[in-house]
């Protein structure tokens, strides 16, 4: 079993979409597991069954009991946060404000703060319309811990797929350097890099390869809507061929995208069009060189 991520520096560059359109490709060979749970989308194109959920529990926030509280306002006091504020003549813990350091409970003389653990959101095991096992998540409003969120998400993946005899877990990972990228690079065989002929495109690109080299992992480059720009496109072909970075394909710009989405469906779903037999072309390169180490186009 092997794990292939695809990320991108930025939003907006097609990660999603064609992160989708590999896993109807893949079909019951795959597991897919979308990682980007800080605004999960994945759900839209594949559409899951949500045939399993279960809470996810990190970190710790504060809680008062206001039997207990004597109003001393020692907590108050000593949380750098701001945390613990008077409403309506009672300490409460501003919840979105607790960073769960634990310091209000142990100055408490009265034993009347808890730490209690936080609900931060839901994963889910389900069944998607091409097949596929696919794990997800949903993280809560204003919620942290992404990165440990992930981590969960990849784990239960990797589970089924082994347990299952899976060739492939594809992970639609977040854009951006954030921890969720981070856990999502975690264990990885392959990358793919998703990016568009902008600037700002070729800019977070580099950033991004800059993270990939840290865990020594194979990648590859997809230019989505190369034609927009030749000249910058050409600047990113440089930087892959410079960096030994495989270069996959690269996808005209074509409104297919936008149809494909709107009518809830993978872009390799949407008739006949020519990005579909270039989605198609790219996913075998992809499983070809995460099967046999290849590491230049």
């Not at 989308?41 to 970190?59: C, I």
């Not at 902008?198 to 989505?224: E, M, P």
Request: charged letters at 25%; hydrophobic letters at 35%.
């Amino acid at each position: 079993m092997k794990e292939i991520v695809v990320i991108s520096g930025k939003g907006g560059t097609g990660k999603t979409s064609i992160t989708a359109s590999f896993a109807h490709l893949g079909g019951k060979d795959v597991v897919v597991a979308d990682c980007d749970v800080d605004a999960a989308d994945m759900h839209l194109l594949l559409q899951p069954d949500f045939a399993k959920s279960e809470d996810f529990y990190s970190g710790f926030i504060a809680e008062i009991d206001q039997d207990e509280c004597t109003q001393c306002g020692i907590c108050a006091d000593i949380c750098r946060f701001n945390a613990i504020p008077v409403i309506k003549t009672q300490y409460r813990v501003e919840t979105l404000n607790c960073e769960g350091c634990g310091y209000c409970p142990r100055v408490c003389p009265t034993d009347a703060i808890r730490m209690e653990e936080q609900n931060v959101g839901q994963w889910y095991v389900s069944t998607t319309r091409a097949g596929n096992p696919m794990v997800h998540a949903r993280l809560g409003i204003g919620a942290e811990n992404s990165g440990k969120l992930v981590a969960r998400v990849k784990k239960e993946a990797n589970r089924i797929a082994e347990e299952t005899s899976k060739d492939f877990v594809l992970v639609d990972g977040s854009p951006g350097l954030g921890c969720p990228v981070i856990s999502s690079l975690s264990g990885a065989n392959f990358v793919v890099l998703v990016t568009e002929p902008t600037v700002s495109g070729l800019h977070d690109l580099k950033r991004v390869y800059q993270l990939v080299q840290k865990f020594q992992i194979k990648a590859g480059c997809i230019i989505n809507k190369s034609d927009l720009n030749p000249q910058v496109c050409g600047e990113i072909e440089d930087f892959l061929m410079k960096e030994s970075i495989v270069h996959i394909s690269n996808f005209p710009y074509d409104e297919t995208f936008t149809e494909a989405m709107t009518m809830g469906r993978t872009i390799v779903e949407h008739g006949n069009n020519g990005l579909k037999a270039l989605l198609t072309k790219s996913w075998e390169r992809v499983k070809q060189i995460t099967n046999q180490g290849e590491i230049r186009g």
